[in-house]
């Protein structure tokens, strides 16, 4: 069967809206002019050019955090040389504000046009498909008529972007374009309402909606069984992948994925942005972004939440307690942020999964990264750099490359040709959960710290995947339209039952136990073992713990029997 991927995309409807200054305001330069110019002004303050300088220009060595008996690292990463070199930033872009301004003003993404399709949900929704195949790139001629057989076995690199971005975004044209050089297939999932498409239904996207990422890698793992798919996510976009990758653990149809500057934690990460001055510029300007956004789908916006609020928010705070927590009838914005963070899952991954963060990034901390949780699992392994910016990572006198591009080809191409890329294991239609995923919390509104926003969920979407999983069908509504002659073709398609849940780590102890009849020892045992696996030192400070504080009992009860027993053998004279 041969891949519905048709049409050119010269044009972006979005960007060319964007473009329109008269829906600008003029607040949004204002803004990005006083960014810029406090970044150029704390580049020299922080004396980051001067500290390259004195080091010689080598850069600084990336460091890798991973569990010492990780397969991961032992068969794939300690083969790439990238990961294992240093990085140099651009010596003029060493400073993280400036790398990131850069990249949102310039970035000098490659010059290519994407193929479009567009996929319809169950719900009534529509999210834009861009595709950027191999024989585009090493073939120099855009041709229509390029399909993907259905038994094809080139790799697809499936990219989730930032939730204020689309495929146009600088950072993933590169990503997609160095992909499709090495002689793979790229497809960008641009979120609802972005890319140029129109909100259709009142479901919505957020920092934690996994929903359509699931449907979207289940449709692409029915269509191209042959095929391994990798998961690429960055900012907001690497949250969401990495969350599905905990809520799904083993049942995903994904063989490797990489989170690029994630957010890791949305509640630090609030108190993170509005902590400095500097950072008070970044969440001035995403809520400049959140407002365009929203008045671009005014209408679902103006019923669905508190519009006059929305007009008046001043930070992205603001626009969650009157967007957000209304539509999705959080009680509180934390409880948003908290339901919607991807450090909580991080456990339950079991894909091999590369994580990419600055420590200087200006949006999302450092303090924020699950550093024990990513050392503790052997499936993920964690790559944190000095310098980067958000999203950044400009390398060369010229800024020409991004070293985070660079990173993840080479660690994709050494996992693809090694025996260590995973396999969908299937789950009999019994192996359901009694928790429910957050993901079934809907409906509510996306607060990007990219700068966009829109309403998500519904309690029919909860009922229909209970229906999908009671039933086990899969049918299938997809339109795919050509942006070059119009037609339009409909296929039916409906989502996977969403298996998505979130289960305590003593209950994911309890299921790898071996089925043998329970005792009184067992409940122990695991017990030990859990503790065990999440630290060796709190096992043995337990240990430890529990011989101090019961060795007066112990000791009393063993004195005593023993003065009984010596007395029996010396008798008194």
Request: glycine share 6%; aromatic share 12%.
């Amino acid at each position: 069967m041969d891949c519905r991927v048709l049409g050119e995309v010269s044009e972006n409807p979005y960007v060319l809206l964007l473009n329109d200054l008269s829906l600008i305001p003029i607040s949004h330069y204002f803004f990005a002019f006083l960014s810029f110019s406090f970044a150029f002004l704390y580049h020299f303050l922080e004396f980051h050019f001067l500290q390259d300088l004195f080091n010689g220009f080598r850069g600084s060595p990336v460091s890798l955090t991973y569990n010492p008996s990780s397969p991961i690292y032992h068969g794939v990463v300690s083969k790439c040389r990238i990961l294992h070199a240093r990085y140099l930033a651009t010596p003029w872009l060493s400073s993280p504000h400036f790398q990131t301004v850069f990249l949102s003003f310039f970035g000098r993404p490659p010059a290519f046009s994407y193929r479009r399709e567009l996929f319809n949900l169950s719900d009534g929704g529509t999210v834009a498909l861009d595709w950027l195949l191999s024989s585009d790139v090493l073939g120099g001629v855009f041709s229509t008529n390029n399909t993907i057989p259905k038994g094809d076995t080139t790799p697809i690199v499936l990219v989730i972007p930032g939730l204020t971005s689309d495929s146009d975004a600088a950072y993933i044209k590169h990503l997609a374009f160095n992909t499709a050089k090495k002689g793979w297939n790229v497809v960008v999932s641009n979120h609802r309402g972005l890319g140029g498409i129109s909100v259709t239904s009142d479901f919505f996207y957020n920092a934690g909606w996994t929903e359509d990422l699931r449907t979207v890698v289940s449709n692409l793992h029915d269509e191209y069984p042959n095929a391994p798919l990798f998961l690429v996510g960055l900012s907001i976009g690497a949250n969401i992948l990495v969350k599905y990758l905990g809520e799904d653990g083993d049942k995903v149809p994904v063989a490797g994925a990489v989170a690029i500057c994630s957010p890791w934690d949305l509640l630090i990460g609030d108190r993170f942005i509005g902590r400095r001055l500097l950072q008070k510029f970044y969440d001035k300007a995403l809520t400049t972004g959140l407002l365009g956004y929203a008045q671009l789908h005014q209408p679902r916006f103006f019923r669905l939440a508190n519009w006059e609020g929305i007009k008046k928010s001043r930070s992205i705070r603001d626009f969650d307690q009157h967007a957000t927590c209304i539509v999705g009838k959080f009680e509180t914005v934390d409880t948003y942020y908290r339901r919607c963070t991807s450090a909580n899952y991080v456990g339950n991954v079991s894909v091999p999964l590369l994580c990419i963060s600055a420590l200087d990034d200006p949006v999302c901390t450092r303090e924020a990264i699950p550093w024990e949780e990513c050392r503790a699992n052997v499936n993920i392994v964690l790559a944190t750099t000095k310098h980067g910016g958000h999203l950044a990572f400009f390398e060369g006198l010229t800024a020409a490359g991004i070293w985070w591009v660079r990173a993840t080809d080479e660690f994709l191409k050494i996992l693809h040709s090694s025996q260590y890329m995973h396999v969908q294991k299937m789950v009999s239609s019994g192996a359901q959960s009694s928790l429910d995923s957050s993901i079934d919390q809907g409906p509510y509104v996306n607060i990007a710290e990219d700068g966009m926003v829109a309403a998500v969920g519904n309690e029919q979407a909860k009922e229909n995947r209970r229906e999908d999983v009671l039933e086990q069908q899969k049918t299938h509504q997809r339109k795919t339209n050509e942006m070059v002659s119009g037609e339009q073709d409909d296929h039916m398609i409906k989502p996977e039952p969403c298996l998505a849940e979130i289960v305590q780590s003593s209950e994911q102890a309890t299921r790898r136990q071996d089925s043998k009849p329970l005792d009184v020892i067992t409940p122990v045992r695991r017990c030990l073992d859990l503790l065990s696996q999440q630290s060796r030192w709190s096992f043995w400070l337990l240990v430890y713990v529990s011989i101090v504080t019961s060795w007066p009992l112990v000791g009393s009860a063993l004195q005593i029997v023993f003065r009984k027993k010596l007395r029996n053998v010396f008798p008194a004279a």
